[in-house]
């Protein structure tokens, strides 16, 4: 078994042995299963709509209820988990591109530069999201692309500022110095030495982008700069079903309920993930090899006893 392999059945047996962990990891499991089962079968069609029984609460014909166009909840539930994890998967793949790129810009040798970028983000990271989302609403108008970039703007700008410190201490130490000292190039040096020791921070930021990431597409969504009307996701059943919150209660709480399960799991996991990949919190990785030797000894030791 190799050191890397080693380090990552470490890295997920640590963070499965953890109540948070495990956890964050059933439900992201349970969405992602339920997203691929959207896209083959759903108990309803989308468009199939009932006159007769509208705002129905849960029976044996719908589990979760119907809405006021009488279209069964679980389906446009099942099929928005597919909608929002495509969200959330191109905003954190965005955001950590851009906010990478931005912190080597900060940490770059040419003063000018560092300085640039420095300025720039103390200037925009003022900018709400919702404010972004409007001024590309208007050439674009709603769709799947203005959350994804109105998001990776924002979040990113928050990322770079709040790895930096980080990224800088890493950037000053002596093996990076060495490594520079022996001609490896400023890209080499970031990719190699720099990104896996802010590793930590990062997956915790990410994790809560992504959390992030689904409430802002249920506000943007009821403020009409979202999701269209016509793509199934938590933020449209949300928007659809809100108004009447007072009178059918039911049509509210599922989609809320689905949408603060999911971000505190991704709350949760960022920190769980952060426990189990930095050495300094997970001992088990200062010295993978020592760790398996320990382990395949004790299990000796249990099947000997």
Request: some cysteine; hydrophobic content about 55%; glycine content about 6%.
């Amino acid at each position: 078994m190799t050191v890397k392999r080693r380090r990552s059945i470490i890295v997920l047996t640590s963070l499965w042995s953890t109540a948070t962990g495990r956890f964050s990891l059933i439900v992201m499991s349970c969405w992602l299963l339920v997203a691929m089962l959207s896209l083959l079968w759903t108990p309803y069609s989308l468009w199939a709509t009932d006159g007769f029984h509208v705002w129905q609460s849960p029976s044996r014909q719908h589990l979760l209820g119907t809405d006021g166009s009488g279209a069964d909840v679980l389906s446009w539930l099942m099929a928005g988990s597919a909608t929002n994890l495509l969200i959330v998967v191109l905003a954190v793949i965005l955001t950590a591109i851009c906010g990478l790129l931005l912190v080597a810009a900060m940490l770059s040798s040419h003063l000018g530069l560092s300085q640039l970028a420095v300025v720039i983000i103390d200037a925009l990271i003022s900018l709400p999201t919702v404010l972004v989302a409007l001024i590309l609403a208007v050439p674009f108008g709603p769709s799947i692309m203005v959350i994804v970039v109105a998001c990776s703007f924002g979040y990113s700008l928050n990322l770079a500022r709040i790895v930096r410190p980080q990224a800088l201490l890493v950037a000053r130490s002596a093996y990076v110095e060495s490594a520079i000292s022996n001609g490896a190039s400023a890209s080499r040096v970031f990719v190699r030495h720099i990104v896996p020791n802010i590793l930590p921070i990062l997956l915790v930021q990410l994790s809560m982008c992504a959390g992030t990431v689904i409430l802002a597409e249920s506000g943007l969504t009821y403020l009409g700069i979202g999701v269209p009307s016509s793509v199934a996701s938590w933020g449209h059943s949300l928007a659809t079903s809100v108004k009447f919150i007072n009178v059918y209660p039911f049509a509210v709480i599922w989609p809320g309920l689905v949408v603060t399960v999911v971000v505190v799991a991704l709350n949760l996991l960022g920190d769980a993930v952060r426990d189990a990949v930095d050495p300094l919190s997970n001992p088990r990785l200062r010295n993978p090899i020592a760790s398996m030797n320990t382990e395949m000894q004790e299990e000796v030791h249990v099947r000997e006893s």
